[in-house]
């Protein structure tokens, strides 16, 4: 059946959608979570307005650009310029929390089930907020990780150390929340020392991250387990009931996530496709009778699923 619940209009069609999406939960064999940047824009991971102005307001001012995307493929003049905005960028959105719990959430949503993730999203929610490591599966990268810029060799390192380094260097605190400060008084550099920006310890080469933005993308033996687990896992739930639950997946990247769903949904009779997307919740006439869309936000269907009354 096809649901279409835009937003909050109408409240009939929004307790069949969340009674529909229930029972396939609790029907499900098993649960495979698509999940793309809605998810963490949803959780509050956004990246203009207040939380841009609150970290990037300096370089903002000095080379004009209004969110982090933007300031994330500015041509830098130096090294220490590039990492110190990347240093900022990638602490905030990778070892500081969401604003809001979404991610643990859908944790508890699912943690009973025989679950897998499968997302394009690179800030490491997915762990922080509890699920198994090993039913993981980050297809774009991990903004935890470094790697060389050439690159000369198949490898990747954790940066945790590194950035926490290149953020206080630049005068900012690191509170007992892992939140991050400037002290009163105190302007932020923007700028880090010479001896803290990351080199390959192969080559010399400055490393980068490790992110699929070209063909430079580092695919390490852990990023091939992951998606040998994912392959079994599916290779294992073919003919049961899944539930393949998409959320905050738009048209990027849709070969990853969207029409693969689509496809094994066709497949498998038993299955259910879910998908939960403002504005974008649609899904093919073929796999209409096994489909639930909804159009409306995340965290607010999560509730009302938490819900008993509904």
Known sequence: MLIKWPGKQNAADAVSAITELRQALEQAEAVIIGAGAGLSTAAGFVYNGERFHTYFS????????????????????TLNE???????????NRYMDTPTPLYQTLYKLVMDKDYFVLT???????QKAGFDK????YTQGDYGLFQCS??????????????RKMVTAQGYQIGADNQLCLPAGVAAKISVPDKLIPRCPECGKPMSMNLR?????????????????YRLF????????VLFLELGVGYNTPGIIKYPFWQMTAENQKAVYACINYGEAACPPEISRQSICINGDI???????TLSNI
Not at 120 to 126: A, G, L, Q
Not at 150 to 163: F, G, M, S, V
């Open 58 to 77: 300096d370089f903002s001012d000095k080379y004009h650009f209004k969110n982090m995307y933007a300031g994330g493929f500015y041509p830098y003049d």
């Open 82 to 92: 590039h990492w110190a905005y990347w240093s900022r960028y990638i602490y905030i």
């Open 213 to 229: 933005a070209d063909d430079t993308f580092v695919q390490d033996e852990g990023w091939y387990q992951a998606a040998e687990r």
């Open 299 to 305: 965290g607010e269907v999560f509730r009302l699923l």
């Open 134 to 137: 090993k039913r993981l599966y």
């Open 120 to 126: 394009t999203n690179v800030d490491h929610c997915f």
């Open 234 to 241: 599916l290779q294992r739930h073919e003919d049961t009931k």
């Open 150 to 163: 050439e690159p000369c060799h198949e490898k990747t390192y954790d940066n945790a150390e590194t950035i």
